[in-house]
């Protein structure tokens, strides 16, 4: 069965710090990847996701991630992190025979201004 | 487009009391979830439909969880007896080539 887990359950930065968000999936057949931020009091938002071809994927707001195949990985990224970025980050997965997007735990990213 | 639509945003219950929540999905698009979100937890999937037909199921709790998708558009979630580990976020999704659209989900507590 298709699983995802992230690495950091709680996140601390200060702004203008740079991010790294891990993230594993385990499967063995075709997936398609995503990241998705849900701000306080708000609704899921995708911010990014990679389906095939170049593997470092860029998302609004300067996220970008890169898909590791043979680490079946797919880690977030930002240079400069915002006090606006403060949310929770979910890594999903959907495996291409089932059609199911699991998710992650999440982590939660708190920015300090 | 027009996103996922889903009411109540927010209901309280007292445990044992029975509970129903609807989405209506984006127009045309055929495939519907539910998720379950706990709070500090990811979304987990509760059933998954594809037009009226239930395609995966197999993490609803049959013994109190039902859901159905009569024609083929807006679902209906619904729990009874509610118990208070049900307290969560409940989200609707469905799926169109651009990917996934979630509403904005109802709070759900039990108390």
């Known amino acids: 069965a298709q699983s995802v887990s992230q690495h950091n359950h709680h996140v601390i930065l200060s702004e203008a710090a740079s991010l790294e968000l891990g993230c594993n999936y385990s499967?063995?057949?075709?997936?398609?990847l995503f990241w998705y931020v849900q701000y306080p009091g708000q609704h899921l938002q995708l911010l990014l996701k990679?389906?095939?071809?170049?593997?470092l994927v860029k998302g609004i707001k300067g996220f970008e991630a890169e898909f590791i195949k043979s680490k079946f990985s797919f880690n977030l990224r930002k240079p400069s992190v915002q006090w606006s970025d403060t949310a929770e980050y979910f890594c999903?997965?959907?495996?291409?025979?089932?059609?199911?997007?699991?998710f992650g735990q999440g982590t939660t990213l708190q920015v300090k201004p | 487009e027009a996103g996922v639509a889903q009411s109540p945003r927010y209901k309280i219950i007292e445990k044992r009391q029975s509970v129903a929540f609807w989405c209506n999905p984006i127009?045309?698009?055929?495939?519907l979830y539910w998720y379950q979100q706990i709070l500090g937890q990811g979304p987990k999937l509760l059933i998954q439909?594809?037009?009226?037909?239930?395609?995966?199921d197999s993490q609803l709790p049959k013994d109190r969880f039902s859901a159905e998708r009569l024609k083929g558009v807006d679902s209906t979630l619904k729990i009874q007896p509610a118990k208070l580990e049900d307290s969560a976020v409940y989200l609707c999704?469905?799926?169109?080539?651009?990917?996934?659209?979630f509403g904005s989900g109802t709070r759900l507590t039990v108390v």
């Open positions: 127009s045309g698009h055929a495939t």
């Open positions: 439909f594809q037009n009226n037909g239930v395609v995966d």
């Open positions: 999704a469905s799926l169109s080539h651009y990917g996934y659209t």
């Open positions: 999903a997965v959907i495996a291409a025979d089932t059609g199911k997007l699991i």
């Open positions: 990679y389906f095939s071809g170049d593997p």
């Open positions: 499967y063995g057949g075709t997936v398609n």
